[in-house]
């Protein structure tokens, strides 16, 4: 860990917003996914919540250009589960769903707290979804085609999102707590060693103003 990189760490997690996420229902394919994580390490996601079985978003971290260990991953096994844990954490549930009820993207304030709803690649946003959603947005279409793929969808959505986040100050000041921060700042630095100190059940040591442990969780004492 040289002072350089943790610097550049330490000012991406500054910026790190806990209350814009991503709702990926049964999203499956490893391209998708590796773009989505990229696309959401790039504006500031601290952790996007998938359904369904997680081995993709597993695979695809190591094909995402390593931005994917920098954003958290939460799996659900079921939507509803998930959508209500969203919900009674304070968010709306925006769907990225073209139906009679869908407004422009740009027209959802993203500065409150926000999970956009993915559908899957086959069927897209399912009925079930639909009706569990606060809010339906979706892209204009000037062609012939009536949808994006998925990851290309989230992308304009979530670079509106940060456009109004930043206009609106959200991206100047931390807005994780102090403890969240320090636990994922060592994780980020130190992913081995935060490894094994969960392993054993130690706590992270400090951190030196360049990144270095201020001491060694392994040793033995006299």
């Given at each position: 860990?040289?002072?350089?990189?943790?610097?550049?760490l330490r000012a991406a997690l500054l910026r790190r917003q806990p209350d814009l996420t991503v709702?990926?229902?049964?999203?499956?394919?490893?391209?998708?996914?590796?773009a989505l994580l990229r696309t959401c390490d790039a504006v500031g996601v601290f952790e996007i919540?998938?359904?369904?079985?997680?081995?993709?978003?597993?695979?695809?971290?190591?094909?995402?250009?390593?931005?994917?260990?920098r954003v958290g991953a939460r799996s659900h096994r079921a939507l509803m589960p998930a959508i209500?844990?969203?919900?009674?954490?304070?968010?709306?549930?925006?769907?990225?769903?073209?139906?009679?009820?869908?407004?422009?993207?740009?027209?959802?304030?993203?500065?409150?707290?926000?999970?956009?709803?993915?559908?899957?690649?086959?069927?897209?946003?399912?009925?079930?979804?639909?009706?569990?959603?606060?809010?339906?947005?979706?892209?204009?279409?000037?062609?012939?085609?009536?949808?994006?793929?998925?990851?290309?969808?989230?992308?304009?959505?979530?670079?509106?999102?940060?456009?109004?986040?930043?206009?609106?100050?959200?991206?100047?000041?931390?807005?994780?707590?102090?403890?969240?921060?320090?636990?994922?700042?060592?994780?980020?630095?130190?992913?081995?060693?935060?490894?094994?100190?969960?392993?054993?059940?130690?706590?992270?040591?400090?951190?030196?103003?360049?990144?270095?442990?201020?001491?060694?969780?392994?040793?033995?004492?006299?």
């Amino acid at each position: 860990m040289t002072p350089e990189r943790f610097r550049t760490l330490r000012a991406a997690l500054l910026r790190r917003q806990p209350d814009l996420t991503v709702l990926a229902d049964e999203v499956h394919k490893p391209h998708n996914i590796a773009a989505l994580l990229r696309t959401c390490d790039a504006v500031g996601v601290f952790e996007i919540h998938a359904v369904g079985p997680d081995s993709g978003f597993k695979r695809a971290r190591g094909i995402s250009g390593g931005t994917a260990p920098r954003v958290g991953a939460r799996s659900h096994r079921a939507l509803m589960p998930a959508i209500k844990t969203l919900k009674t954490s304070g968010f709306q549930i925006v769907a990225a769903h073209l139906t009679d009820r869908s407004e422009d993207y740009r027209a959802v304030d993203y500065t409150v707290p926000t999970a956009l709803l993915l559908g899957s690649e086959l069927r897209g946003v399912s009925a079930e979804a639909a009706t569990l959603a606060d809010r339906h947005a979706s892209l204009p279409m000037r062609g012939l085609a009536t949808s994006l793929n998925v990851s290309v969808a989230a992308a304009l959505f979530l670079y509106e999102a940060a456009r109004q986040r930043e206009a609106a100050g959200l991206y100047a000041t931390c807005r994780l707590s102090d403890e969240q921060f320090a636990r994922t700042l060592f994780e980020w630095c130190h992913p081995d060693i935060a490894a094994r100190c969960r392993l054993r059940g130690l706590p992270y040591p400090p951190l030196t103003v360049d990144g270095d442990l201020a001491a060694n969780p392994f040793a033995v004492p006299a």
